[in-house]
């Protein structure tokens, strides 16, 4: 059955819709030897070449999707390479036998948090998209008191450069002195966009952690830069979410990795569950 061909792409894992997109308006990608157009139907008998690859799409469209989470730090960059040689979220992913990691959503160099990655380019586009409105939630630390008027303006909605954006939630989760902690949720994901709704109340952010995105919440056991594959349970659950059905045969192989942990020695194995303690409780 032929599908657009940055649909197939992503879902064979060979990146998001959005990156194919842009690969196939650089004419990066052919197909039967004739430079690929944007929305042109494919399926995975077409001979593809990506930069020179040709594409086996039958066997990455049968193997089993995973979904990583990884617990950026601060100072780390969301792209895979970096030309001055900055540490990016993706040097400490574990290697993959085929496909490749996609990132979803991203944060900004000086905030720390959840951040997910799949194989499943499908799942990453949903996950994304405004349309599907995943919420994702923040810890925030603010510098000196904030008042119930500023609090409504930032629920109500206020006008930034690129539009109007609100929070749906925001709660108080405590602090004392001149720092305060607030959890606040977003539907969408533009650049800085935490940072800048609270700033347009003269209000200054000192940190920033993402601690939830979608269902998956970020647990105290996950250290900042590590990673920990997501379960079966909470897999389906996610795939929910997005309108998507997982395999009912899917299993996570025993050789695959599962917890990457500071001390080697130890072969505990943290399991991710979203009713778990969060990672951040105000402190």
């Not at 690859?53 to 999707?65: C, D, M, R, S, W």
């Not at 900055?86 to 991203?106: A, E, M």
Request: charged content about 30%; proline content about 2%; overall charge positive.
């Amino acid at each position: 059955m032929s599908e657009r061909i940055q649909k197939l792409l992503s879902r064979a894992g060979y990146g998001s819709r959005r990156e194919i997109e842009r690969w196939v308006e650089a004419g990066e990608i052919t197909v039967n030897g004739k430079t690929a157009s944007t929305g042109q139907a494919v399926d995975e008998t077409d001979k593809i070449i990506l930069r020179g690859q040709v594409l086996h799409l039958a066997n990455k469209l049968k193997a089993k999707p995973q979904v990583l989470l990884y617990h950026k730090k601060a100072g780390e960059i969301c792209t895979r390479k970096d030309p001055d040689g900055r540490p990016t979220v993706f040097d400490k992913l574990p290697k993959l036998s085929s496909g490749r990691w996609i990132q979803v959503g991203r944060l900004d160099i000086n905030t720390d948090g959840l951040i997910l990655f799949t194989t499943d380019g499908e799942l990453a586009n949903r996950l994304m998209h405004p349309s599907y409105e995943i919420e994702r939630e923040y810890a925030v630390r603010i510098l000196g008191e904030v008042s119930d008027d500023a609090l409504n303006k930032l629920r109500d909605g206020v006008m930034l450069e690129d539009g109007e954006a609100k929070f749906s939630r925001i709660k108080f989760a405590g602090g004392e002195g001149a720092n305060k902690w607030y959890h606040v949720v977003l539907h969408e994901g533009r650049n800085r966009e935490v940072r800048r709704l609270w700033e347009t109340q003269d209000v200054t952010v000192s940190r920033l952690i993402r601690i939830r995105y979608a269902n998956i919440t970020l647990e105290r056991s996950l250290h900042s830069g590590q990673y920990q594959t997501l379960a079966i349970r909470g897999l389906r659950d996610l795939y929910k979410q997005v309108g998507l059905t997982l395999e009912e045969d899917y299993y996570l192989p025993e050789k695959d990795f599962h917890h990457q942990s500071k001390n080697k020695k130890s072969k505990k194995q943290s399991k991710p569950h979203t009713k778990n303690k969060s990672y951040y409780r105000g402190r």
